[in-house]
């Protein structure tokens, strides 16, 4: 990983010099990134679209930096060990940036605090160019009941630089339709093999919604999808299936799949493998315990290599087709969306998945987290329906990707 530091320093500017100086934290960065110390003079030379940030090395460099800070990429980071006065000039420079209402952030601390908030900072650099050019199926419409999931595709393309795909349903039937039982015969098979149970529901269903997996997976190919929503709700008034397997064997494939066709879902799904690699899991927040600070999130599709264990059940709701009890492994979990017209808006917090519910009256996979933040987001200022949940820790990724990106945190 290169990372290109445009240096700020009083004098004459020596590169060996500045390197001596500032040792201790280049040799902890050089442990992560190869480094490139450049002149400010010289910042033209660095190549297009690469890591940089401003490096504050002394005092003194105030004009210098407020005279070219059209050369860092937005919003503004400032690198400062603080020696040699760099702290109290990053501040000055930090102060008359936020004095024209632009975003700004000082990295200061230990060498390896530093370090730290580095890498975190490269982690959303990174995760903001993979999400350049994606393409995200809308497969049918998205359900009559998610009146707040609306996406404007265009200001989505703007901001994220992503591309919303509408496809037809038809598509789906017509390939569905071409599938056979026989086609998906091996693939069912090893699916219930591998399930602790299955309940409420006959092979017969199990096979057609693996040709409806299939299908919508031929459309990912064909259409050169990263991502896909599906529109249950049709899927179950002309198939009598709800697309719950689909959605669960694609995202163990890599590709982020939603439910219901939410807009916001699914791009929040997208951003959370841009950031971490996981796969997650999408669902309903089900109850609220203000009390406990608890929130059971509960939905019929999860992908299974999030799970200990599955059972395949039928569709809460529909009653119909197949729907997945995934059974998940208690601990530290971080609970994310991305909502608003143009995905400028968020919520995110770690918790504690305690445990795994099999209450009669919500969808089949229930679990139940202890959040860090209060619960009350959920009943006063929610975003959505539709939240994401992600294994282990991840807020401070999550939080710093945003704010690059210049989001609005809902709490």
């Known amino acids: 990983m290169d990372l290109y530091l ?11 010099q500045v390197y001596e100086s500032h040792k201790d934290l280049f040799v902890a960065l050089e442990n992560h990134f190869t480094l490139h110390l450049i002149n400010y003079k010289d910042a033209d030379t660095i190549p297009s679209n690469s890591y940089k940030m401003a490096f504050i ?5 105030e004009d ?5 800070f059209s050369i860092f990429p937005y919003p503004i980071t400032l690198l400062t060990d603080g020696l040699n006065n760099s702290l109290a000039a990053a501040m000055e420079i930090a102060a008359w940036i936020r004095s024209k209402d632009m975003k700004v952030q000082i990295i200061h601390g230990r060498t390896q605090e530093m370090v730290s908030q580095v890498l975190q900072h490269h982690q959303a650099f990174q995760a903001r160019h993979y999400l350049k050019g994606k393409r995200i199926g809308v497969v049918g419409t998205p359900s009559s009941w998610l ?5 404007d595709y265009l200001l989505a393309s703007k901001r994220w630089g992503v591309t919303y795909v509408d496809i037809p349903i038809e598509e789906v ?7 056979t039982d026989d086609e998906v015969g091996v693939e069912a098979s090893l699916f219930a093999t591998r399930a602790q149970a299955c309940q409420d529901t006959t092979p017969e269903i199990l096979l057609q919604e693996m040709r409806l997996y299939k299908a919508v997976k031929t459309i990912c190919k064909e259409e050169k999808l990263d991502a896909v929503t599906l529109s249950g709700a049709l899927l179950t008034e002309e198939l009598q299936l709800t697309g719950c397997l689909a959605s669960s064997l694609l995202n163990d494939e890599g590709i982020p799949s939603g439910c219901e066709g939410d807009l916001q879902a699914i791009m929040t799904l997208l951003m959370a493998k841009a950031l971490t ?13 203000t009390q406990n600070n608890e929130l059971l999130l509960a939905h019929c599709s999860i992908p299974t290599s999030m799970t200990d264990s599955y059972i395949i059940r039928d569709h809460f709701e529909a009653a ?4 997945i009890q995934g ?6 979990v971080t609970i994310f969306r991305c909502g608003g017209e143009c995905l400028d808006e968020y919520f995110v917090t770690e918790g504690y998945l305690t445990e795994n519910m099999n209450l009669l009256t919500a969808c089949r996979t229930q679990l139940r987290i202890k959040l860090d933040k209060p619960v009350s987001y959920f009943l006063k200022n929610p975003l959505g329906n539709h939240h994401v949940m992600l294994l282990g820790k991840h807020a401070q990724a999550i939080q710093e990707f945003m704010q690059q990106n210049r989001c609005k945190l809902r709490e």
């Open 6 to 16: 445009i240096i700020f320093t009083s004098g004459n500017y020596r590169k060996e």
């Open 57 to 61: 090395a002394s005092g003194q460099v």
């Open 64 to 68: 210098k930096v407020i005279s070219n």
């Open 147 to 151: 009146v707040a999931c609306h996406v």
């Open 173 to 179: 039937y017509k390939l569905y339709n071409q599938i």
């Open 277 to 289: 690699g996981q796969t997650c899991f999408m669902g309903n927040p089900a109850f609220i315990d």
């Open 320 to 323: 119909t087709g197949i729907g």
């Open 327 to 332: 059974i998940v492994h208690p601990g530290d």
